[in-house]
């Protein structure tokens, strides 16, 4: 069985890393990937920005911290939202 949340991701050393996608959002107009890594011992999830180009996306990394603080206060209230909804 395929998981269509999980996507394969290579470094700049060109290790694969699989990622679960737990949530996708957008923030001041721009779609961000919010993406878990499976092996990981701890469960810090990773902030990408997604870009399409020609209806593909490609992801890159977040390096600007005004950026970063946003999307992560987003997704942040998309949590609290989702335990209100399931309460």
Same mark, same amino acid.
């Given at each position: 069985? *395929? ?8 470094? !700049?050393?060109?290790?694969?890393? /699989? +990622? ?13 990937? @919010?993406?878990?890594?499976? =092996?990981? %011992?701890? !469960? %810090?999830? $990773? @902030? $990408?920005?997604?870009?399409?180009? =020609?209806?593909?996306?490609?992801? /890159?990394?977040?390096?600007?911290? !005004? %950026? +970063? ?6 997704? *942040?209230?998309?949590?609290?939202? %989702?335990?209100?909804?399931? !309460?």
């Amino acid at each position: 069985m *395929e998981n269509d949340n999980i996507i394969t991701l290579l470094d !700049e050393n060109g290790n694969e890393t /699989e +990622f679960e996608v737990i949530a996708t959002l957008e923030v001041n107009e721009s779609e961000y990937a @919010i993406l878990l890594p499976l =092996d990981a %011992e701890e !469960e %810090e999830a $990773f @902030i $990408f920005k997604m870009i399409e180009e =020609d209806g593909k996306y490609t992801l /890159e990394c977040v390096e600007d911290d !005004e %950026e +970063f603080h946003a999307v992560a206060a987003a997704y *942040e209230e998309l949590l609290e939202s %989702e335990e209100e909804d399931e !309460e």
